[in-house]
């Protein structure tokens, strides 16, 4: 089975604090690290190829620097990567960044399943699942947490849904979005570090790819942001001194209060 | 070319747009900020100069005649033929955007035996509804569903369209968006009109609920966005409202790649995230057997149990009460946080908490930050004490 995972670079959210005087992050020089649950994604790709044989390709939009992502992905088994890369790709939306995905996608001779993670941690749309489904013309099932069976023209899985979940037959190829409970990720092992060190990586640009320059990047997309801004907070807290005892006491009072 | 520009008059090269600056890509050359090659357009260096110098240009790519759109629709959700209340929530903000607008309110319901739910869409506020009743449309399905949104959109052209942002509403919006190539805003908090542009200005919680952000969609239609279940009015019903009701027949062939083969609804199993009591527990609660402390208190008080990540990570309790980004966002009424020291990751899933006490034995940590009420010392004394007063309180009730 042929299968891609794709796989953002996000920012280590631990280390994202805001300046409340100028209400912008505040970044320390570490690295960003591969979203979440695109970590799901990939195990998931991994074990599937090691069932039924296959090949697993990471597929990423984003700056040069993402190929250590990609590398890193490549230690936990992933057999090879492409990284869509260009100046005129910066400032992309969703619309965008999907139509640039699928590009990547097109090149390749050919695929049976796509999965992606839920969605990116800093950006939390969720969109570019099913944005590149429908740019590829395949269908797509968003939150699946159990693949229960795995066939090369078909996936039985389990969908969570706002009531409950779903137990959903898709035709392959298709795409899934999957999340956490899917899977518990493996760490890379020594042999797979070594062969991430100089396994095939590929990096393209928009030229390389035929890109239709009006559909990438900034101009290809259709969403602006025009403000940005620090949500108001609670006021300064209200705070409850004096022993456990007295404490618990006036706590008691306030749930009380409210129940 | 499209990209960040530096305005060289306004810019003093004070620097501040530096700290910022999440991709590392500004720096003070000759007393004037400059832009590398590895800026993202991120734009949150925008807000951050104090002199207006930064701006974020881009040509327009889009070939469509906006003048030609009018109109805000709705999408109608509904489960087993009921509209979901989040469609009402959307009908009623819808309302008051079309009176800004001076332009129509219009449903669209789309499903199985259906067509009663298109009165109960009118007194809600819907101007017009658009049904498309058909067996095939039994079951929420993205692929046939944006069919339907697809020719509905291209016939009629709507200026603005709102979807909730259920678990279907953000599967379906995105079809959408791609198939008429619009731009779309997830999960959104607040809407609103410009006075200027009549563009509709989309407000939604980013990087964790830390930053808002507002979102304008200027030259592609609809302008599309999908908004929070919970957030907007539903505005008081009113039957003799007229509209109008317009049945659509469903003509496509949709071979059906995707299969229900079972469904399954939660039992009366409360979600954390719809418990109006949660008493939630960090690292700081110290050893696993004090887990039963924060159990008892919330069986005390008709609460659940929510916890951190990490507890998930060491086995002390079960995914589905992770409460964070990576778990469930929750909105109780009352959050009682016991020893949650309050990474940004787990913050960012409890900002819809009405009042948020906190004990935690660090008066620095950031949870307090959040948190209504502050008490500084050892959660599991405070715990002990709160359980052995509700359990007073039930032995007097005994009693008496």
Request: proline share 4%; hydrophobic share 40%; with cysteine.
């Amino acid at each position: 089975m042929k299968i891609i995972v794709c796989i953002k670079q996000v920012p280590s959210t631990n280390e994202v604090r805001l300046d409340p005087e100028t209400n912008t992050i505040i970044r320390d020089g570490r690295q960003s690290v591969t979203n979440p649950f695109d970590t799901y994604a990939i195990e998931q790709a991994i074990q599937i190829k090691e069932k039924l044989g296959g090949e697993v390709l990471g597929l990423s939009m984003g700056i040069p620097a993402t190929e250590r992502l990609l590398r890193d992905a490549q230690s936990r088994g992933v057999d090879r990567t492409l990284l869509l890369s260009d100046r005129s790709f910066a400032g992309a939306d969703t619309l965008a960044t999907a139509y640039t995905l699928s590009l990547g996608v097109n090149e390749q001779e050919s695929f049976d399943l796509i999965l992606c993670g839920k969605m990116a941690v800093d950006g939390d749309t969720a969109q570019i699942g099913p944005e590149l489904a429908e740019n590829l013309g395949i269908p797509h099932v968003t939150d699946v947490s159990e693949l229960i069976e795995v066939h090369n023209d078909k996936i039985i899985c389990k969908k969570i849904t706002d009531t409950g979940h779903q137990i959903i037959e898709v035709k392959l190829p298709a795409l899934l979005t999957v999340v956490k409970d899917i899977n518990m990720p493996r760490l890379p092992s020594i042999k797979g570090v070594l062969f991430g060190l100089d396994a095939p990586f590929e990096m393209k640009s928009a030229k390389d790819l035929n890109a239709d320059t009006l559909r990438i990047g900034l101009s290809g997309s259709p969403t602006q942001v025009v403000k940005t801004y620090t949500p108001e907070r609670a006021s300064e807290a209200v705070v409850i001194e004096g022993d456990p005892a007295t404490q618990a006491n006036e706590i008691v009072e306030i749930i009380k209060g409210v129940i | 070319m499209a990209g960040l520009v530096i305005n060289q008059e306004k810019c003093v090269g004070c620097g501040v747009c530096l700290k910022g600056c999440a991709s590392k890509s500004l720096s003070i050359v000759n007393k004037k900020a400059v832009v590398s090659d590895d800026c993202v357009l991120c734009g949150i260096c925008l807000d951050s100069c104090p002199f207006e110098a930064l701006s974020i240009e881009k040509e327009n790519s889009s070939t469509m005649d906006c003048s030609k759109y009018s109109d805000i629709w709705v999408f109608a959700e509904q489960h087993n033929g009921k509209v979901l209340p989040v469609a009402y929530e959307l009908l009623g903000k819808g309302k008051e955007l079309a009176k800004e607008k001076k332009c129509k309110l219009i449903a669209v319901l789309i499903g199985l035996d259906i067509e009663a739910e298109a009165k109960e869409l009118i007194a809600h506020g819907a101007d017009h509804v658009y049904v498309c009743d058909d067996i095939n449309l039994e079951s929420n399905m993205d692929e046939r569903y944006v069919e339907v949104f697809d020719e509905l959109i291209n016939k009629h052209k709507p200026e603005i369209l709102l979807l909730g942002a259920t678990g279907f509403g953000r599967s379906l919006a995105p079809r959408i968006a791609a198939r008429v190539g619009t731009g779309l805003t997830a999960d959104c908090t607040v809407l609103e009109i410009d006075n200027e542009t009549g563009l509709l200005k989309q407000t939604r919680p980013a990087f964790g609920g830390n930053l808002m952000a507002t979102i304008i969609c200027p030259n592609h239609r609809p302008q599309m966005a999908t908004v929070r279940p919970g957030v907007m009015q539903i505005k008081e019903i009113d039957s003799l409202q007229e509209g109008k009701i317009t049945s659509v027949p469903y003509e496509f062939s949709v071979d059906g790649s995707i299969k229900i083969l079972e469904e399954v609804l939660a039992s009366e199993v409360k979600s954390i995230s719809d418990a109006d009591i949660i008493v939630s527990v960090g690292r700081g609660i110290g050893a696993q057997k004090n887990m039963a402390l924060a159990e008892k208190l919330a069986e005390l008080i008709g609460g659940s149990v929510g916890v951190t990540r990490p507890l998930v990570d060491v086995g002390w309790s079960e995914y589905k009460n992770q409460i964070g980004q990576t778990g469930s966002a929750v909105a109780p009424k009352i959050l009682i946080t016991c020893g949650i020291s309050g990474a940004i990751q787990h913050l960012a899933g409890i900002s819809g908490a009405e009042t948020i006490i906190s004990i935690n034995a660090d008066s620095d940590a950031p949870i307090f930050s959040l948190s209504h009420y502050k008490i500084v010392g050892d959660c599991v004394e405070v715990l002990k004490k709160m359980i052995s007063n509700f359990e007073d309180d039930k032995g007097k009730k005994m009693i008496v």
